[in-house]
């Protein structure tokens, strides 16, 4: 049997070694080594041992060697990997983009196992992410654009139950109390028995005007009690997990509050078109402090002692006090040095005649990727920082 993996430790896999090496980067870092394709990334490295591990819209999982960015293997799939891998013991699970879901062997990337889903697809031009696995007592839980959730099993891919929404599920799960919670493009948020796939309670957002069925896009966090998710009705919601009601919600005016993430018994809350950066009780939403930011917030935060790092897709990374929100540095993506000024000022707001430049909200998702947007979240790695932008580079900072 293979060890039990918990939602905690699932986090801590997602965000690196940030637990075991929590000394703070107190000062801008530089330029380790960069590794670049020819597309994008919207996926975060995943770091295990002395191996990173990223996905991209190249169709392929790189696995590059953490001291100089060599890669060493990679693994090709059919379709653009829009999710993180997720790796348990020895084997690394990655939804591919394409309809499958697949199990390699960590060290070398042979195929163990590979499971066909009824189909992916995307939702509009802003669903940026697919659905990445997690591990919770030797089930592999996965959302798919099919409108299920899979349940499959870790050594052989049989799947042991699925669970069926109205529309894609592209947030990534997370478990908790023998729960699993996840959201659908559907506007309805779920709890189902992660062990049997029985439903236990469903949330329905409550709409927006531009968006009236409240697609449910963030991947929830938890703690304590509640479970935490945002929607695009300009909502994130703070729900019980045993019974699913709303113990407070935070609204926004001008966009989607899809990122959130808890740290040291605070809740961090990422905004798109708000463009802010919250910190807040969990417990009851009160506000500890808010942080402009220059742009959009997808990705989560990766934390150290006293610092978060989190990216904006104007193409910067961010080291932000966890106690304060004070900006400690910004790190610049060469993109974002190159591209700028076509498109804004130098304060970072859009030049005055942006809209005789960009026509529509697909050519400013062009935008971004050609400014490097970090969609993705960071991963802490003791003397270094990783991110990867949609300019298609995965950069590891160093001390």
């Known amino acids: 049997m293979r060890t039990l993996i918990t939602a905690g430790f ?115 031009f802003a669903d940026y992410f697919h659905s990445s696995p997690v591990v919770y007592n030797d089930l592999v839980l996965v959302g798919s654009g099919d409108g299920n959730l899979y349940a499959l099993e870790a050594e052989t891919g049989k799947e042991e139950w699925r669970f069926s929404t109205g529309n894609v599920i592209h947030s990534t799960p997370v478990v908790a109390n023998d729960k699993v919670f996840f959201g659908s493009f559907d506007g309805y948020f779920y709890a189902v028995n992660a062990l049997t796939g029985d439903f236990v309670w469903t949330f ?32 994130v919601y703070a729900l019980d997990q045993e019974k699913g009601f709303c113990h407070w919600n935070k609204a926004f005016t001008n966009g989607w509050g899809l990122c959130t993430t808890v740290s040291d018994s605070v809740l961090y809350i990422g905004s798109a078109d708000e463009r802010v950066l919250i910190a807040a009780d969990p417990l009851t939403g009160d506000q500890l402090w808010q942080q402009k930011m220059e742009f959009l917030v997808f990705g989560n935060n990766a934390f150290t002692n006293g610092l978060l790092y989190v990216g904006t897709t104007i193409g910067k990374l961010h080291a932000i006090s966890k106690a304060t929100g004070e900006k400690v540095w910004s790190f610049e993506t060469d993109s974002y040095k190159k591209y700028r000024d076509l498109y804004f000022k130098p304060d970072d707001s859009y030049r005055d005649d942006i809209y005789s430049i960009i026509h529509s909200n697909e050519e400013f998702l062009d935008v971004e990727c050609k400014l490097g947007g970090v969609f993705s979240t960071p991963v802490i790695a003791g003397d270094y920082v990783l991110f990867s932008n949609a300019d298609g580079v995965l950069y590891c900072l160093s001390r």
């Open 10 to 124: 699932v986090a801590i896999m997602m965000i690196g070694w940030t637990q075991s090496s929590p000394t703070d980067f107190t000062e801008l870092p530089t330029i380790h080594w960069t590794f670049r394709i020819d597309t994008s990334f919207f996926s975060s490295p995943v770091i295990d041992g002395a191996s990173v591990y990223i996905g991209g819209m190249d169709s392929s999982l790189h696995v590059l060697n953490m001291s100089d960015g060599k890669e060493l293997w990679r693994f090709q799939t059919k379709g653009p990997i829009r999710s993180n891998a997720c790796i348990a013991g020895e084997q690394l699970f990655l939804n591919g983009g394409d309809g499958f879901i697949y199990a390699l062997n960590k060290h070398t990337g042979k195929l163990i196992w590979q499971f066909e889903t009824k189909g992916e697809r995307k939702y509009d």
């Open 204 to 235: 329905k957002t409550v709409g927006h005007r531009y968006f009236p069925v409240g697609e449910v896009q963030g991947s929830p966090s938890v703690y304590k009690n509640l479970v935490f998710v945002g929607s695009r009705d300009y909502n």
